[in-house]
């Protein structure tokens, strides 16, 4: 599939699909996010709450902190797909953090956790492990 970019205003387009988002100000005073790990596909109690919430706008920005999906390699890949589009309503529309937890180890070296997610430079360290938030 090809992934076609095309930034405007306050959205984007991925083939035919436009979304929109909200972007937070450039020096804002204060912002909330939410931060979680261990939620999967099959099992995640908290997915609906997250997703309704955030919708809501109670949180700027999410920060999940590994463990995403409980194996998203699983099924040749189809498990973190699945789960992505569970989220898709609320993942398309704030910006999303990922951290790998140890369960993003698909005995390749992380390989479907890192061309899943790819987060910012840090401008030090090109790397997807860890992340410095200032």
């Known amino acids: 599939m090809n992934v076609v970019w095309t930034t405007f205003s306050s959205g984007y387009k991925i083939g035919s699909r436009t979304f929109q988002f909200k972007t937070l100000p450039e020096n804002p005073k ?26 809501s706008g109670m949180f700027d920005f999410i920060v999940h902190v590994g463990d995403i999906s409980y194996d998203l390699h699983a099924d040749d890949g189809k498990t973190g797909d699945k789960f992505m589009n569970q989220l898709e309503p609320l993942l398309s ?38 992340r410095q938030m200032n």
Request: proline share 3%; hydrophobic share 30%.
């Open 30 to 55: 204060s912002y909330r996010v939410c931060i979680f790990g261990d939620l999967g596909y099959y099992h995640g109690n908290s997915t609906d709450s997250i997703i309704r919430n955030g919708l």
């Open 93 to 130: 529309r704030i910006p999303y953090m990922v951290v790998a937890g140890n369960h993003e180890n698909d005995g390749k070296n992380f390989t479907n956790f890192q061309e899943r997610f790819w987060m910012p430079h840090n401008g030090y360290h090109d790397n997807q492990f860890y």
